[in-house]
């Protein structure tokens, strides 16, 4: 098959990439471009653990093709430390045992930077609603609720 | 291996180039899926980037959403702020980024709750160059594209406040698969001028419940006015058994959820 050229900004570093036509963002991120951060799970958008964030709103990259993201800006789970710097959502979660096996980690924590993005004081049912589309086979989902609450409050007091 | 995606400036160049086993693509939650799954059957996507489909346009109380307008654009636009519960109960975010219009409108039972809410807006479904009634392009949606080309958008006149509703019964919260949708659209205040029911998952595909529909015009929305519109909701109706419900179960709860929405 033909391969097509593809060109994007991922975690703000321009990226261009000759991919077969048809190939799923997903696909693209973790084996041409070696960001392995977002997963794998279902492939069918229930699972989210390929989420990731493309202009801004969080998508599926197992249902979205590459070639439709000529041009954005995407971000993964792994731009979001600076150096050895975790994220403070990452922080959150890790300080709060919101993580067991990780397999969800990177989709949940894109989810949740959208919420606190355009909502930095989110209610519960906020959360809630923000992480329905990302399935957690392991924490019950309460410390990573509690998790993204905690973060919100440390981004009101750092802003204080 | 990937399927090659051809790209098109208009919908009427996606129509020269829909032939056998190609499939449209508009936000990938169908198809990309369903190739995810490995449906042989498709053997390539066509997609537009016709800017227009993309489009809301709320002009002198009637509303036309292009084909490719997504569920977070209905469910953040102040003008359909009326019909967004609708829009809302469509998947978890990221499937709301990317889930639109016009694929609602083409989704196997159970999904499509969006296409519900057409059906009670008695929404009129354009194709580049015809247009027909919701009901019966649900009726022959199977062949339609073939015959039509693919739908380019949707009208309907926006309901006002309070006279849409709209209830996503699931047993996963505050998100999951439809054991069943309803949404209806009441005019007329004490006594019922004229309703408009849609039914999810209560057949192959979203459904008018109209036999419910002439029972509630000319009466009121009280425990006696309803009662008959309650009797006569599964009228019509031929739900599947699926993972999410039984046929049974969807028969059963599907008016003591109707008597709650109306009373409601």
Redesign the interface.
């Known amino acids: 098959m033909a391969r097509v050229p593809v060109q994007f900004t991922l975690n703000g570093q321009e990226r261009a990439e000759f991919i077969e036509s048809g190939a799923t963002l997903l696909s693209v991120l973790r084996d041409r471009m070696g960001d392995t951060s977002p997963k794998g799970g279902c492939h069918q958008g229930t699972c989210g653990a390929c989420s990731v964030i493309v202009d801004g709103e969080l998508r599926l990259s197992c249902l979205t093709l590459a070639e439709t993201c000529e041009g954005a800006s995407i971000q993964t789970a792994a731009g979001l430390a600076d150096g050895s710097e975790l994220h403070p959502i990452q922080k959150a979660i890790v300080e709060g045992f919101a993580t067991q096996c990780g397999f969800c980690a990177p989709g949940m924590v894109m989810a949740i930077k959208v919420l606190l993005d355009e909502k930095p004081a989110p209610s519960r049912e906020d959360v809630i609603e923000a992480i329905s589309g990302n399935v957690c086979r392991c924490t019950g989902y309460e410390p990573i609720i509690q998790a993204v609450l905690t973060a919100s409050r440390s981004n009101s007091q750092q802003a204080v | ?5 051809q ?1 098109c400036a208009s919908p009427s160049e996606v129509t020269s180039a829909l032939g056998a086993g190609k499939a449209y ?1 508009g ?3 169908l198809v ?2 369903a190739t ?2 490995g449906d042989i059957g498709i053997t ?2 066509v ?1 537009s980037t016709d800017e227009s489909l993309k489009s809301i346009e709320v002009s002198a109380g009637r509303a036309r959403l292009g084909a490719s307008v997504t569920m ?1 654009q209905i469910a953040r636009s102040e003008k359909l702020a009326a019909i967004a519960p609708a829009a809302r109960a469509v ?5 709301r ?2 889930a639109t219009v016009g694929g609602n409108l083409l989704a196997a039972s159970p999904y499509g709750d969006f296409a519900v809410a057409l059906v009670a807006l008695r929404a009129t479904i354009h194709f580049a160059e015809s247009e027909m009634e919701i009901d019966e392009f649900l009726e022959a949606r199977d062949g339609i594209v073939a015959e039509r080309g693919i739908v380019t958008g949707v009208s309907f006149v926006v309901p006002a406040a309070g006279e849409f509703r709209f209830s996503k019964v699931s047993r996963v919260k ?2 999951g698969v439809s054991v069943l949708s309803i949404a209806a659209v009441i005019k007329g205040s004490g006594t019922v001028e004229s309703a408009g029911i849609g039914l999810g998952a209560m057949a192959d595909r979203p459904m008018r419940a109209k036999a419910a529909e002439a029972a509630l015009a000319g009466s009121d929305l009280s425990e006696e006015g309803i009662a008959e519109a309650v009797r006569v909701i599964g009228e019509g109706t031929a739900p599947a058994t699926d993972p999410v419900a039984s046929s049974w179960y969807r028969a059963e709860v599907l008016p003591v959820h109707f008597r709650r929405l109306m009373l409601g």
Do not use: D, I, S, Y
Request: hydrophobic share 35%; charged share 20%; net charge positive.
């Open positions: 291996m990937p399927l090659e995606l790209t693509l936000g990938g939650t990309v899926r995810n799954e390539g996507f997609r977070a998947g978890g975010p990221a499937v980024n990317m505050p998100k």
